[in-house]
């Protein structure tokens, strides 16, 4: 299925398609896979492993083909990367609802999702790919940084400078790390097996060296941290290997993590594997490749353990790196917790997440306007103020200009109807389109991740994902997504997303008002009815309305 055809979003104000609501679809499918955006885009891969946009060029086609035909009282449905339906709704109803990746409980594993793929029936949308909002390693970058501050502020007195972390991966999620290390003033050292990978993220400004080998990363990483400098080094080898042979070398790392794709067994190269062979040894012997991963991840988390037990800051960065190493045999691979459970969830419980938008202009200038309007609302809370600056300097575009900061509950519709007043005053050149990644305070269930370690237990609870994606169905959003397997893998995750559009119009309006409020507030509802007191006292404060509380 690998075709050798650029794929690049139409920018302008002009419509190609019969309205703005379709038209922001068909241009976010488009930029998904741009190659400055996407992995892999002659096999449609996003990002994250085999996270795909669309199930193969074909349907690509007729998707693309639909949307540009589509009226405001019509939705596509999409199943799996392949279009199979055009239904009448209203103009109210999301233009496409989609279902990615979903297996019956008792089949959802790899091996079944393999062999149905293999019969060309499903697709991997990982969470932003299937869902077209992803918008480049930026999305990522905002979240990455905002989990490396919890940990500065949780550890080192607010900041990362004199610190050393050790991550690996590269990819189109990992490579935020030295970016988002640096931001925070901190020192990384980064393990990436495909030179491919390490030499885009310094072409891109995320990485600022690659070593020529082990001892030369060693010996920057250790002067930088000396000197108080915010330094990124990447190095190339195989974080099985590195990470306990910088244990064994006794290297001083004050923070552990990693970013490689262990979600899906297939995506993580096993030790004295060539990344030549890679692609061809796990197609030819799944199951051999598979176990062979495994135990290298087991080697992989006893280091990183090994760390732990130096007494390092080690957390898991929601890959299922842990669940694989337990598989390959190594029993403590749960010694350290999840970055959620870690950092996260107190922003959660105010329906805090990663909230993004998209110029479909594709003219920066159009978003430092919203990144002047975002300040004007929200520049009160000082770690927004100071990420929306970096990023306005340090963060290059990929496809589409796009920007992400986290808002929560009471915030996220206010700065939905400020875009739309901009559009409609002609402020902004184009309609702006408004989503989210699936890693958002309501909208998921994934118990090594999202929800690992519920206050109530709740942490396989998948009803809340299945009540997100109806809601904002119900209320108004553009598309609505509906995905199994993201971040973590098959059997592990459920979870959904929306997008809605900012046209200027005074329907985008209500649309925006409502989604935009009940998006997030499925966050707030999910953490107060699993017991968290903040959860509770933002629902109070924000006027939040939860049945059977306090009465
Ligand atoms: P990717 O496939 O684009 O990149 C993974 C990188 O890991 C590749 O560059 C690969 O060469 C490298 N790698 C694989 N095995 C290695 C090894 N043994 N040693 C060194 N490098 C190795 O994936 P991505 O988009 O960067 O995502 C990384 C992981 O993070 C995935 O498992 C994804 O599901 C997960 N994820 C996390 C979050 C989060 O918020 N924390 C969000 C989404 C996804």
Redesign the pocket.
Same mark, same amino acid.
């Not at 995506?267 to 030790?271: E, F, G, N, S, T």
């Not at 960065?317 to 299922?320: A, C, E, L, Q, W």
């Given at each position: 299925m690998t075709e050798s055809r650029t794929v690049r979003a139409a920018r302008g104000s002009t419509l190609t398609a019969r309205n703005w609501q379709s038209e922001a679809a068909l241009r976010m499918l488009h930029n998904n896979l741009d190659p400055e955006v996407a992995?892999r885009p002659e096999d449609l891969v996003v =990002?994250? #492993?085999t996270?795909k946009a669309a199930r193969d060029w074909a349907s690509f086609d007729a998707i693309s083909g639909h949307l540009t035909e589509l009226e405001d009282d019509e939705t596509l449905l999409v199943q799996s990367g392949k279009p199979v339906g055009l239904l009448r709704t209203h103009e109210w109803a999301p233009r496409v609802l989609i279902a990615n990746a979903n297996l019956v409980p008792d089949w959802a594993s790899w091996e079944e999702f393999r062999r149905l793929e293999a019969l060309g029936l499903t697709m991997y949308g990982? /969470?932003t790919a299937g869902s077209w909002i992803y918008i480049g390693t930026q999305g990522?970058l905002q %979240?990455?940084y905002e989990t490396f501050a919890a940990v500065a502020d949780k550890r080192f007195g607010g900041s990362l400078a004199g610190t050393l972390t050790l991550t @690996? +991966?590269?990819?189109? /999620?990992? +490579?935020a790390q030295p970016l988002a290390v640096t931001m925070n003033g901190g020192v990384a050292l980064v $393990?990436?097996?495909?030179a491919a990978?390490a030499r885009r993220r310094l072409d891109t400004g995320y990485l600022d060296r690659l070593a020529t080998d082990l001892d030369d990363a060693v010996r920057r990483v250790d002067q930088a941290r000396r000197a108080r400098q915010a330094l990124s080094v990447g190095v190339l +080898?195989? @974080?099985?290997e $590195?990470v306990p042979e910088l244990l064994r070398r006794g290297v001083e790392v004050d923070i552990v993590t990693d970013?490689?794709?262990?979600?899906?067994p297939l995506? =993580?190269?096993?030790?004295g594997v060539d $990344?030549a062979e890679w692609a061809g040894y796990a197609r030819a012997k799944p199951e051999e490749f598979t176990e062979r991963a495994r135990e290298?991840m087991a080697a992989?988390v006893a280091g990183m353990v090994g760390f732990l037990d130096g007494g390092a800051e080690v957390f898991d =960065? %929601?890959?299922?790196l842990r669940g694989e190493a337990r598989l390959g045999g190594f029993e403590r691979a749960f010694a350290y917790p999840g970055?959620v459970p870690a950092y996260l969830r107190p922003l959660f419980c105010e329906g805090k997440g990663p909230f993004r938008w998209v110029a479909l202009s594709g003219d920066p200038a159009d978003i430092a306007a919203t990144d002047r309007a975002v300040l004007e609302l929200f520049g009160d809370q000082p770690g927004l103020a100071r990420w929306i600056a970096m990023a306005g300097e340090r963060v290059a575009f990929q496809g589409l200009p796009a920007r992400i900061c986290w808002l929560g509950y009471g915030e996220r519709h206010r700065a939905g109807l400020r875009f739309n007043e901009m559009i409609a005053s002609g402020e902004l050149s184009a309609p702006v389109a408004i989503g989210r990644?699936h890693?958002d305070c309501g909208s998921v269930a994934s118990p090594y991740?999202e929800t690992e370690c519920m206050a109530d237990g709740s942490d396989a609870i998948a009803d809340w994902p299945l009540l997100n994606a109806l809601v904002n169905s119900a209320s108004g959003a553009s598309w609505v997504s509906l995905h199994h397997g #993201?971040? $973590?893998?098959m059997g592990r995750s459920i979870h959904a997303g929306q997008v809605c559009v900012a046209d200027g119009s005074e329907l985008a309006a209500r649309k925006l008002e409502r989604v935009l409020s009940n998006d997030p507030g499925m966050g707030v509802i999910r953490h107060c009815d699993a017991g968290y007191e903040r959860a509770e006292r933002t629902a109070a404060e924000r006027d939040v309305r939860i049945p059977m509380r306090g009465d």
């Open positions: 992995e =990002y994250g #492993g996270g990982q /969470m990522i %979240g990455t @690996a +991966g590269l990819g189109g /999620m990992g +490579g $393990v990436e097996c495909d990978r +080898g195989n @974080a099985a $590195v970013q490689t794709s262990a979600h899906d995506a =993580y190269l096993p030790a $990344v290298s992989h =960065y %929601g890959n299922s970055f990644d890693l991740r #993201g971040g $973590v893998g």
